[in-house]
Every structure is written in C-alpha cells, then in structure tokens.
C-alpha cells in the first residue's frame, strides 16, 4: 500500500520494516527530521543516546557482530562522522554488518566548504567501507536503505554509509513498504569439493584455521563436527575464539597476540591448512611470517568475498563459499585414510598445557583470577575485550564454549569494550556481560558509564590496570631499550569516577579478594567496575619488563 510523508518518516519506517529494533545515536540538528521520524516508532525501535559518536558507532558494530545483521547508527555530519569513523573501521576490519546513517548539510550548499561539510564518498570510500550512498531525492530513500541492507550482509559483511541531507530528509514523496532482499548462494561443485577431501586425505599433518565474520547464529559447529569426526586439530584466527567449543578434543587454540609458541610452531609444519571465513591476516599469521605468503601449496581457502582468494596467500584451492553453508555441506564427510592421529592429539596437548596458568609470583594473580571466572561465571558469559596487552589474560586463559560470546575488534582499536559490553547487555539482557580493558583504553570510553546509567544497563567492568600503556611500553623496551617516554600514565580515580556515574566498585590488590568482589558485584543491580591493579613489571603473561631487554 502506497503511502506519502517526509523523509524522515520514511527513512524510520524502512527501519522498521527491515525489522531494526535498536539505534544508537548522538544526536544531531542535521538529521532532526529522521529522529522525529523515529519517534512514530517508540514502542518497535529502540532508541540509544551515547555519550560519544565513537561509542555509538562501537555499539552498532558489537550489535552486528553478535547478531548477524547490521547494526544501526546515526551521527551528525563533519565532527561527528569523523569520532564515529573508528566503528566503521572496525566494522570492516572485523568484518560486521553495520549501517551508519549521517546529517548532511543542506544540498543545495553542497562544494561550498560549508559549515561542517564532507564528501563522505572520498572519507568513507573503499576500502573503509563496502558503499556509500547520498540520498538524492526522498523517494529515493526505501531504494537505497534496502540496498545498503543487502550490501551490509551480502557476501563479506561490513560497514554501509548513508549520507541524509538535511533538506531531502524534509522532502515529501510516496513510498511503500520494502522488505530485505534475498541473497543469492554461491554453489559449491561436487568436483571442487571432492578434489578439498582428497587433498586432506593425501596429507600427514593437516590443520584447520577457523575465523572471519559471516557464520551464522551457531557458529562453526558443523566445521567442528567435521574436524573432531576426522580427529584434525584446528585453531582461530585472532579474535575468533567463541567461534568453537574450546573443550572439543581437537581444538588447539587461537593465533592471536598471546599465540602459543608451540602453536606457532604446528602451523609452521603442517603439510596442508584449511582455511575456512578467516583472511590470514597480519595479526593471525604473525606478520605474514607464520604462514610464508609463497606457500600455496599448503592452503585450501574458504572465503565469502573471491576478491580475497589470491589477495595475499594464493591457495592450492579456492572456494567462494558463506562459511556456514560450506561447513553443512561439509559436516558428515568422512576422511577413510587417516594419518594424523598422533599429530593432533600433540596439538591438543600443547593447547591444554598453554591456557592452564602458570604459578605466577606477583599479586594481584591474573592467572588465577582468570580461574575463578572460568570457574563461576556461566559459559554463556558475554566476554568483550578491549586492545592491549591485558587482553592476553583473557585470550589464553578464559574457555569458550558457546557460539557468539566474544567480542573484541581485531581492528585492534581501543575503548572498544566498553561500548560493546553494553550493546551486549541491551541485545541479550539476561546474558552475563563482562568487559575487559586497560586503564588507557577505559578512558577513551568510561563516558559511556553515564549511558549504563540512563538506561539501567549493568554489565561488570574489570579494569586491568598497570598505569601504562603497555603494549607500547613492551614495543618500546624492545625496541628502544631504557628510553621510556610517554607511555606512563597517570590516572583519576576510578572509585570516584565509577560513583559519580551510579555505578558499583571493587578494587582487587590481591586474587583471594576477587570472587567476594565479583559477587557484590553482580549482586549491585548495576554496571560494576573492577579495578584490579596488576604488577606494571608483569609486561605479558609469558613476559616481564627485565625480559625483553636482552642487550
């Protein structure tokens, strides 16, 4: 049924027939008409104000990350497209269907250099985002928010930009209802597929580097079936640990910063490695050094986007594939010819070894506090994770089990888990959410405490504090020995910080402290902070600061 309005309503009722149910925003005067818009739709969409465009933009993408469809900003034009450009990056990066909604200036001012003008094709252009529209006209407008929709999920997920100017939002059109368009699936060939078994069967050491963004609500599992049904050992790529169940008897670990050396080492000597969702990042092969870029001979590649097959590594199979679809179609195959035992089960072995802590000698003992949440807190848990050193705790040291329980940017970016622990909460509020950070990366969003506050949102905070910046820090002694500067930090206080924001504070100095704090806290009926001051000595959880200065 055909029906007449301004672009503002027209642009929330397109949200809403796409079934939107969350925005997040700071909002703007440029895109007044669209907020007014939303406001018809109260009781369907919910509507988040932040305390920062960063923060909004990092909300959205959590949201798609952890759900499979975009999540949904809105910004003001110049300053605050330019804060909220790191959810964008991220949202690339990290492969997350997100959509990011942006006032414009009047169109009619447009090559001006008016008041907060930005040619957001040239800003936002590829490769930071997958598209970006400017709506020209207000019919326009179920067209473009349709195919940005499309555009979002379709084969690689990732960030969309609309560009609203602020006239055409006023503008008067007809418009009907619109609905998500459908996907079409690549075909997997019973040929290429016979050819990806045969090419396991003929190897001795064959491994399995799960990661990427575009499974499904479940997960890899049926990539895991495959794997434990013909017992080959597989990993995750950086920042994908919750993709699998940690406990799977060929489950042998994560290639990210906190990667086990042993890790390392059965990647190196492996004959044959499937690769299904992850692009063999730098990240994931430790600087294109654990995996050499030559070695095509080595790799079967499962990837949604063929523009990456052969962008880096080029494989010895290549197959354009969702990585959800190809892991059911893959499922119940059965390997007859299996060499590898021994293999894998030292690989499990090593993996076993590694993310059981080691006695550490200084207090507060994040090894075993690690512990103590693993052993308390449910595995549906919702971990979010923030850039730095720190995050090796949780990396090597906490199991997942559940599909969709960590979320960290493998953009690498900071002040990232805050926003994302409470789009968390918001999308799946009875979950357990906790966040870890450093000092430096709480304060580039503990504002948002206010956004925890206004909305009765109550994730648990954990700061792991040791008044640096510590990945810098380890950079810097290894590279500039004994010329430290301006990577001390020198912090307010988080009690008083947390308070002034309503919310609940622990302070750990040492580990036999944590577990009483940890349930006053989840026991406070409120976001929680838990400060927990870590020996700035203690660099790494392999590391300390004397270790890395060997001169």
Not at 279 to 299: H, V
């Amino acid at each position: 049924m055909e029906k007449k309005s301004y672009g503002g309503k027209i642009l929330a009722d397109c949200l809403k027939d796409l079934g939107v149910n969350t925005v997040f925003t700071v909002p703007g005067e440029s895109f007044l008409a669209a907020l007014n818009g939303l406001y018809d739709h109260k009781s369907d969409i919910n509507v988040i104000t932040c305390r920062h465009e960063s923060g909004a933009a990092n909300m959205a993408e959590a949201w798609g990350k952890l759900n499979g469809l975009p999540g949904v900003v809105f910004v003001t034009r110049g300053p605050g497209a330019c804060h909220a450009s790191i959810g964008v990056h991220t949202a690339m990066q990290d492969s997350s269907p997100m959509i990011m909604f942006i006032g414009q200036i009047n169109s009619k001012h447009k090559g001006r250099e008016a008041f907060q003008e930005v040619d957001y094709h040239k800003m936002f252009g590829q490769p930071f985002s997958k598209a970006v529209f400017e709506i020209k006209s207000a019919k326009s407008i179920p067209d473009i928010v349709q195919k940005a929709y499309y555009i979002s999920t379709k084969d690689r997920p990732g960030p969309v930009i609309i560009s609203l100017p602020e006239d055409i939002l006023e503008q008067y059109a007809k418009y009907k209802p619109i609905k998500p368009i459908k996907h079409i699936i690549s075909k997997i060939t019973h040929k290429k597929l016979e050819n990806l078994l045969i090419k396991i069967e003929e190897s001795k050491k064959p491994l399995i580097i799960i990661g990427g963004g575009d499974w499904d609500k479940d997960g890899a599992k049926n990539l895991e079936n495959f794997a434990n049904n013909n017992k080959i050992p597989y990993a995750v790529s950086f920042r994908r640990q919750s993709l699998v169940n940690n406990n799977k008897n060929c489950y042998i670990g994560d290639l990210s910063t906190s990667v086990d050396p042993k890790l390392i080492k059965s990647v190196q000597e492996s004959d044959l490695i499937l690769v299904v969702g992850a692009r063999l990042g730098e990240m994931t092969t430790s600087g294109y050094s654990t995996i050499k870029t030559k070695q095509k001979s080595k790799i079967i590649h499962v990837y949604p986007d063929k523009k990456e097959l052969g962008k880096v590594y080029k494989p010895l199979v290549g197959v354009k594939a969702n990585s959800s679809i190809f892991s059911k179609i893959i499922c119940n195959k059965k390997i007859k010819n299996i060499k590898w035992l021994e293999w894998t089960k030292s690989c499990r072995e090593n993996y076993i070894q590694y993310s059981n802590p080691p006695k550490y000698f200084s207090e507060p003992d994040m090894g075993k506090i690690m512990l103590i949440l693993r052993e308390k807190m449910p595995q549906n848990t919702i971990i979010t994770i923030d850039a730095g050193n720190f995050s090796g705790w949780i990396q090597r040291f906490w199991k997942y089990t559940k599909a969709k329980t960590q979320l960290a940017p493998t953009s690498g970016a900071m002040g990232y888990s805050i926003p994302a622990a409470i789009s968390a909460k918001i999308s799946k509020k009875n979950t357990p959410v906790i966040a870890f950070c450093g000092d430096g990366g709480f304060m580039m969003s503990s504002q948002e405490l206010a956004t925890c506050n206004q909305y009765k949102i109550k994730p648990i905070i954990i700061i792991i504090n040791n008044k640096m910046l510590g990945t810098i820090r380890m950079h810097q002694e290894k590279n500039y020995p004994n010329r430290k500067i301006a990577t001390d930090l020198v912090n307010p206080d988080f009690k008083l910080m947390s308070k002034s924001y309503n919310a609940h504070y622990e302070k750990i100095k040492h580990h036999k402290n944590f577990l009483t704090a940890l349930k006053r806290s989840l026991n406070s009926n409120k976001a929680a902070v838990i400060e927990i001051l870590i020996d700035p000595k203690q660099i790494t959880t392999r590391q300390k600061l004397k270790d890395l200065n060997n001169k």
